[in-house]
């Protein structure tokens, strides 16, 4: 997506707990000289969006339809560093009914959940769910 470059949105790590993105805070601060709202956002959507590929991926889906339902986002406290979001791996069990549903119906419907974490301190907290379609 063209605004993940215009943003400097990088994948730093993925494994069987989480997906780990970064982006500098010189290119997504506010008038105030803390992490803009709308970078902050935009940030947990896409990184929840990408774990929703990977997911799908991991099933065997080859060209899947993912797209945002719905989402909170709740801005807990100014982010002053680097941006760092920690999107977490739904539970096994979360994952079984993901694919029992794309199995039965050809789309199914995960919530993701993903966090900017600062000197360990919560500062965004995220929760989305995301509709997979096959």
């Known amino acids: 997506m063209p605004i993940t470059k215009l943003m400097q949105l990088k994948l730093k790590s993925i494994d069987n707990s989480c997906l780990i993105t970064t982006a500098p805070l010189d290119i997504n601060i506010n008038d105030k000289g803390t992490a803009f709202g709308g970078s902050l956002n935009s940030i947990t959507i896409m990184s929840s969006w990408c774990l929703a590929y990977y997911l799908s991926k991991k099933l065997n889906l080859e060209n899947p339809n993912i797209v945002i339902f719905k989402n909170e986002t709740k ?3 100014p982010v002053i560093k680097d941006i760092i979001c920690t999107t977490f791996i739904p539970s096994e ?3 079984k ?14 919530k993701i ?3 900017v974490i600062e000197d360990g301190k919560v500062c965004v907290d995220f929760q989305g769910v995301y509709v997979i379609k096959t």
């Open 75 to 77: 801005f807990i406290r």
């Open 93 to 95: 069990e979360e994952l």
């Open 97 to 110: 009914s993901l694919e029992s549903k794309l199995e039965i119906k050809g789309s199914g419907s995960i």
């Open 113 to 115: 959940h993903a966090q």
